[in-house]
Nanobody, 120 residues
Framework: QVQLVESGGGLVQPGGSLKLSCAAS????????MEWYRQAPGKSRELVSK???????TYAESVKGRFTISRDSVKKSVYLQMNNLKPEDTAAYSC??????????????WGQGTQVTVSS
């Protein structure tokens, strides 16, 4: 079993910054893809950003220029630096990873989510 644990959410004023972290644990041989999703109340879940094992990154248009995704392959972790936060960034943020375990089985795991609230 591969488990993901997120941290770093909280309450921040508009224009502020937060950094989310997500660490994977378990029998992991390699991680192909790391992603951050978010879901606001009454809205569908949306992909915020993703990073591949080759460090290729993509961002939702709404966060380009404000959010930066990064990873640490040794720590099996992915991060989301969020700057110039806006009230519309308020949501539950979840990380997702897919890869392969040492038993050669693929895994596809989700974190429990961390709340980000942007409000004055």
């Amino acid at each position: 079993q591969v488990q993901l644990v997120e941290s770093g959410g909280g309450l921040v004023q508009p224009g502020g910054s937060l950094k989310l972290s997500c660490a994977a644990s378990g029998s992991i041989q390699s991680i192909y893809l790391m992603e951050w999703y978010r879901q606001a109340p009454g809205k569908s879940r949306e992909l915020v950003s993703k990073i591949t094992s080759s460090d290729l990154t993509t961002y939702a248009e709404s966060v380009k220029g404000r959010f930066t995704i990064s990873r640490d392959s040794v720590k099996k972790s992915v991060y989301l630096q969020m700057n110039n936060l806006k009230p519309e960034d308020t949501a539950a943020y979840s990380c997702h990873m897919s890869g392969r375990q040492f038993d050669w089985n693929n895994f596809d795991s989700w974190g429990q989510g961390t709340q980000v609230t942007v409000s004055s």
